[in-house]
């Protein structure tokens, strides 16, 4: 295995950011024949880049089916050009897939891409698969903030909330179309079955305390049932906002990607009984 962490200069963001890279590529042939595809793992809000190599075991499911992972670090941004702040989209669509392929030979085929994000990551990624269903195969939204304009509803009128919003959406706390989730979404559902992405939502039954996570998934979900999605999956379990929670969705979403049974595998492994002896 090779874990990465560089920190590049960016033009777009006008400063040095970094950014997170696993690579399976140096494990034996047995284990990891080939490299299948590409993950890229979107942070929640206040969380960093190393966020999902710290807190979860992706880097051995990526192993486990020859991914490479890349995970940028994009701040507080909502993976939006921000009204006071960076130009995230811009730099994570444009920039960032240019200045990695000149360092790494990552897979550029369509079918070998993913994008996956939690909370803040969530919504992330749905933006970046949704704006770009030509570039992602799959995509992974877990415990996501897929309505920011419910959440402004319930926030923004204190300073707290327009301290989180304010900065991506501007003064008038108001979701441009183009970064709209459900409208996104519709566009989408109007290509051709194989030009969709594969969707996968993962939330928490009890995740709704300060941001009301699954409340806006519930609604989301049901009018994401009236689109002719292709290749659209919903999940739930009990959970919270937590990374136990996120870890368990990486696992479902690499089975749902690579449709493998990789899930069944790890569910195996989690209740095999233990022989235990001694006192």
């Not at 809000?45 to 490479?68: I, K, Q």
């Not at 994570?92 to 993913?114: A, C, G, V």
């Not at 989180?164 to 559902?189: H, I, M, Y």
Request: negative net charge; charged residues 20%; proline residues 5%.
């Amino acid at each position: 295995m090779a874990y990465i962490t560089t920190r590049i200069r960016s033009i777009v963001l006008q400063r040095t950011v970094d950014v997170d890279l696993y690579f399976p590529s140096d494990l034996p042939a047995d284990i990891v024949p080939k490299i299948n595809g590409c993950i890229t793992l979107l942070h929640g809000y206040n969380g960093c880049s190393a966020d999902w190599v710290h807190f979860t075991a992706a880097c051995r499911y990526a192993a486990d089916n020859g991914l490479v992972l890349v995970a940028p670090n994009c701040d507080n941004s909502f993976y939006n050009d921000m009204a006071y702040g960076g130009a995230f989209y811009t730099y994570l669509t444009e920039e960032l897939p240019e200045l990695l392929d000149k360092m790494f030979n990552l897979p550029k085929e369509r079918e070998k891409n993913f994008v996956c994000g939690l909370s803040m990551g969530g919504y992330g990624a749905m933006l970046l698969g949704f704006t770009h269903p030509e570039r992602y195969a799959g995509i992974g939204c877990f415990s996501g903030a897929v309505d920011p304009g419910l959440m402004m509803q319930v926030m923004g009128d204190n300073a707290a909330g327009k301290a989180v919003f304010a900065p991506v959406f501007g003064e008038s706390l108001t979701v441009p179309q183009d970064r709209d989730l459900w409208n996104l979404a519709q566009k989408v559902a109007k290509l051709p079955a194989q030009c969709q992405p594969k969707l996968l939502v993962t939330v928490g039954k009890q995740d709704n305390e300060d941001y009301v996570i699954h409340t806006q998934n519930e609604i989301f979900a049901k009018k994401l049932k009236t689109l002719c999605l292709a290749n659209y999956r919903h999940m739930e379990w009990d959970g919270n906002h937590e990374w136990k929670f996120w870890d368990r969705s990486l696992v479902y979403a690499i089975d749902y990607f690579l449709h493998n049974g990789y899930a069944e595998t790890k569910l195996h492994d989690w209740r095999c009984p233990a022989e235990v002896s001694g006192n």
